[in-house]
């Protein structure tokens, strides 16, 4: 006996330190693709986890609903709804806030809480600092993110213009809400920490400051098990009513929460999608790699069939192969994947607001990772080993018979002559094993493709914000009024300093309803030829509005299930508090958000209301942007100013935060990905032309024409894959995109030519030191060793 | 030998045929071949370069099977076994030693050897069968370390490390010289006599022909004569 290990085995430990490089390239290949679907799953399952109990712990409330001022003895009616376990009344007010040393004013949203501290649903998690004392009415908590942004703490001071008085707010504390895990301006979907805050006050001292100390504008509601959620909103929206009910919706449709379960379900969506595609790519690797292991060794697994080795020992060698590779890629991708799952809980961490957002390795999620490892190596080699057991050991006893060449194609059609005898071989070589020919080039675009993949999100971005903001949103200042007003307040701002021009809008809180569907929104009023804010699909086409009916956003019509030429029953919010049927003329194709367009005519006609603005558009001269914003924060008409200039670039660093990350690793992986295809396609015909090019070196070649030819045929390989990868990698983002949808936003299918060229040069470089690295070891050829054996 | 009874029968083969399809041509390698081997019995093949000795042997070896004919080897149908039973034939019966060596070039000699003892049931030590063949000192050498005559030793080393029933040898001595030629033919001899193995040998050096039982010469895919030889001579007193 020869020690402890088999014969069999050792061949099997010494074949895989032969292709070290190769089973590492593979091995990195699918671990890549493991290490994101740990990854993402990882951190899907610890961000629903954390959810769950957090929205269990501090009591999420089950419905929302905000009306305009009820009395407080309404609490009683509510609560004697059947089904509602507890209400919670509150005041709720957006106030404007002076903080220094920025540009645009901010926004805070006052909450009222009981003072002393007492139970309630959506219940705070006081990070740092107390609560409230009793008596002292200037005194508030700040949410986390917000004091973050800011720099605030307990000991802070936040100016602020309350009901049109001027005062100053003591943070005492900062404090997190289920209810405002993901806090977004109201009107916008892109998060500005520093310029939206919620600020939690005592309930009188904000009941005073909006006269509604008995009253309130604002409830909360838990239900008790089993009871109908849709019947206990209409009941709530009965009771409401009367007293300008703005409609209660549920907690799916609550706006944090909404964001939250929309990226979760995105992640989910993602860490699907392109670990398979990564995984899909190592497995036929996988399969070529031993393939053509097995095609070399034929003769050795002949010799050993006919030594009496059976078909299942032979099977399970080879097989061995494979999952040595794969359990090693699973130790990796598991371990790497934990890794990236803490940047990526990191990177939500400054997304969504969480009292602790831990990060957590479910088991599951492990294992499941080990055994789509497994799964994808054993299936990858699944084919090759059947090749291999099958083969009649007879074959053992013949030499391989010489390869059947005939003369190319390329010299059929005429072009001998401008071949060399190097080219010659290579084009012959090519064409002598097309399929093998095509798998390789199938590889390297496969390769080409991920890093078309990984790469284009920034382009997609790009393209959203030109169309969103060069072509929907031109205006640099959007204005909100308190309430209504009659259109001499467009006037009013037009002599403002730096107003350039001036576009008045009026939005309507509504809620739309087809069928069983509906959704709570604004209907955006639009002049009728508007120069600021328009109408465009995604195709940048600008669209005018129709005289009457509405234009929704595509993302709204797939929400309602309503196409143009239907209607949808607007039920109005505001106001007259009208429902009223209206045509859909329109759907539009838009990138961001459900949105829905009308005509200003056409939606005061609805309204039954005269020459009203609720807001307006501005375009101004930035050198007076500062003295322009002192200026309208001093109005008391005016609720909100937002600089569409400090959005973008909010929105701009955001992306860069998350966005950058995620395209950092898909790039990374990608790189991993195009090395570990391009450096096995060409080790292996290293391995299988070895034997040719050390006779050729016997005969007297050079190395630098052995080496030619070699690498002519990688070369070759290289160029014929990169335009069918960046096809295929224009397929895959369309695919990607697809799923990146939600009502919230969608990226467009853009891929940028910088893109292509990026995703061509990292390829060629990946293909310029595979063979590099080959070349070496063909400069390094043992010639007699390789003749003396035969493989 | 040649006169035994019908039970010392080990092989019996009848009407082999065994014809390849090239393009449109057929080559019979095999064209209507009986054949008796009898228990312990040494036969040598002769026969010209095509004429069908290394598929007679693979077809008796269990590595190959005929298109038309049967072969039984003792209470075994090879022509009608399965795959697997083919591999238990070869595993628990047969040693091999194949014309072009076939050594798994990552395995040292004597890995090589022990890929077979270790699936046999009453092997020799692979130290014991490197030994017989005169490879003692070379144990831990890789083929691409090795002389082709010493691939050759280490395939049969490998051939008779197991104490096989059958053993196949297709051109043993081809590679070496005469007097390494002669230890190989010793180490088989010995293990058809001690043993008492039914061996086939393949060879082109009518010398060799002296250490037979039997000599069956092949062409064309026929056997052309059949000639029983009155006294072995051991293969210490051959010379070429
Ligand atoms: N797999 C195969 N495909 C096609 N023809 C084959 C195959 N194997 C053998 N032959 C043909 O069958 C005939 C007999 O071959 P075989 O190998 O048995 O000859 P041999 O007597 O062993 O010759 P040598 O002394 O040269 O080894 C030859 O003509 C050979 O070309
Ligand atoms: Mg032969």
Known sequence: ?791 | MASGVAADVVFRARGLTRTYLMGEVEVHALAGVDLDLVRSELLVLLGPSGSGKSTLLNILGGLDVPTAGEVVYRDHVLTTADDRALTRYRREHVGFVFQFYNLIPSLTARENVALVTEIAADPMTPEEALGLVGLAARLDHFPAQLSGGEQQRVAIARAIAKRPDVLLCDEPTGALDSVTGVLVLEAIDRVNRELGTTTVVITHNVVVAAMADRVITLADGRITSVRPNATRRPPRDLEW
């Open chain 1, 1 to 791: 006996m020869v020690g402890m290990v088999r014969a069999l085995d050792r061949k099997l430990l010494r074949d895989l330190w032969r292709l070290k490089g190769q089973a590492l390239a593979i091995g990195a290949v699918m671990a890549v693709g493991l290490a994101m679907f740990v990854a993402y799953f990882s951190t899907f399952t610890s961000l629903q986890r954390t959810q769950e109990r957090y929205y269990e712990r501090h009591r999420f409330a089950d419905v929302f609903a905000s009306v305009k001022r009820a009395p407080l003895s309404l609490a009683t009616r509510l609560a004697a709804i059947p089904g509602v376990a507890q209400v919670d009344v509150r005041v709720v007010a957006d106030v404007t806030l002076d903080l220094p040393g920025q540009p645009a004013p901010a926004t805070g949203r006052l909450v009222s809480v009981p003072v002393p501290r007492a139970p309630m649903l959506n219940d705070l998690f006081l990070r740092r600092g107390r609560w409230m004392d009793v008596g002292r009415p200037d005194e508030v908590l700040a949410s986390e993110a917000f004091a973050l942004a800011n720099g605030l703490g307990p000991g802070s001071t936040i100016p602020a213009l309350i009901n049109g008085r001027r005062r100053h707010l003591q943070v005492v504390g900062i404090a997190l809400s289920p209810e405002y895990v993901y806090t977004v301006r109201p009107g916008e979907v892109i998060i500005d920490d520093r310029r939206f805050g919620v600020l939690w006050m005592g309930r009188q001292a904000l009941g005073a400051a909006f006269d509604m100390e008995g009253g309130f504008n604002d409830v909360v509601l838990a239900l008790s098990p089993g009871a109908s959620e849709p019947a206990v909103i209409g009941h709530v929206d009965v009771v409401l009513r009367p007293y300008g009910g703005f409609g209660a919706i549920p907690r799916r449709l609550q706006m944090s929460n909404w964001s939250l379960t929309n990226e979760l379900a995105q992640l989910r969506g993602f860490g699907m999608l392109v670990p398979l595609i990564f995984l899909v790519v190592a497995a036929f690797l996988l399969n070529v790699v031993l393939s053509r292991i097995v095609s070399v060794q034929r003769e050795q697994i002949a010799a050993l069939k006919a030594l009496g080795y059976s078909r299942l020992e032979l099977g399970w060698h080879y097989a061995k192969w494979s999952l040595v590779v794969g359990v090693g890629a699973s130790v990796a991708g598991v371990a790497g994947g934990a890794w990236m799952g803490r940047g990526i809980i990191a990177m939500y961490n400054d997304f969504f607001r969480f009292p602790e957002l831990l990060y957590r390795m479910p088991a599951g999620v492990a294992l499941a990772g080990l055994a789509i490892s497994l799964v994808a190596s054993v299936g990858g080699a699944m084919g090759a080993v059947h090749r291999a057991v099958r083969l009649p050991p007879a074959e053992a006893m013949r030499p391989e018979p010489p390869a059947m060449f005939t003369r190319s194609l390329v010299e059929r059609v005429g072009l001998a002559h401008v071949l060399g005898p190097a080219a010659r071989m290579v084009v012959r070589n090519l064409e002598r094993q097309p399929v093998r020919s095509a798998t390789s080039v199938l590889g390297v675009a496969c390769s080409a493709a991920l890093l078309v993949l990984g790469l284009f999100f920034l382009d997609a971005i790009t393209e959203m914000l030109r169309v969103q903001f060069d072509l929907v949103q031109r205006q640099d200042v959007t204005v909100t009024f308190v309430e209504p007003r009659g259109d001499a307040a467009v006037h009013e701002l037009r002599r403002l300093p730096g107003v350039l021009d001036v576009e008045a809008t009026r939005t309507v809180q509504v809620r739309l309803h087809v069928a069983q569907r509906s959704r709570q929104l604004l209907i955006t009023g639009l002049v009728d030829t508007p120069r600021l804010q328009r109408v465009v699909d995604i195709g940048g086409r600008v669209m005018a509005l129709p005289p009457a009916g509405l234009v929704l956003s595509r993302s709204l019509a797939e929400a309602l299930g309503v196409e143009a030429g239907g209607s949808v029953t607007v039920e109005v919010l505001e106001g007259r508090r009208r429902t009223v049927r209206v045509p859909v003329t329109a759907i539009v194709d838009e990138y961001l958000g459900l949105s829905a367009y009308m005509r200003l005519e056409a939606l005061r006609t609805l309204l039954r209301e005269g020459r009203l603005v609720s807001g307006a558009h501005l375009l101004i001269d930035a050198r007076e942007e500062a003295a322009l914003y002192r200026r309208l924060e001093a109005m008391p008409a005016v609720a909100g100013v937002s600089s569409t200039h400090a959005m973008v670039e909010n929105f701009v660093r955001q992306m860069d935060e998350t966005m950058g990350v995620m395209i950092g690793f898909n790039v990374l992986f990608a790189s991993i990905i195009a090395f570990g295809v391009v450096y096995n396609a060409a080790r292996l015909s290293l391995s299988e032309r070895g034997r040719d090019l050390a006779s050729l070196r016997v005969l007297g070649y050079t190395r630098v024409e052995i080496s030619t030819m070699l690498l002519g045929e990688l070369a070759v390989v290289v160029v014929l894959a990169i335009p069918v990868g960046l096809v295929i990698g224009y397929g895959l983002a369309a695919l990607v995109i697809g799923l990146f949808e939600t009502e919230m936003y969608r990226f467009p299918v853009a891929v940028a030519p910088r893109t292509y060229a990026a995703a061509a040069v990292v390829t060629m470089g990946a293909a310029l030191v595979s063979g590099l690295v080959v070349r070496r070891q063909l400069d390094h050829l043992d010639l007699v060793g390789v003749l003396k054996t035969r493989e």
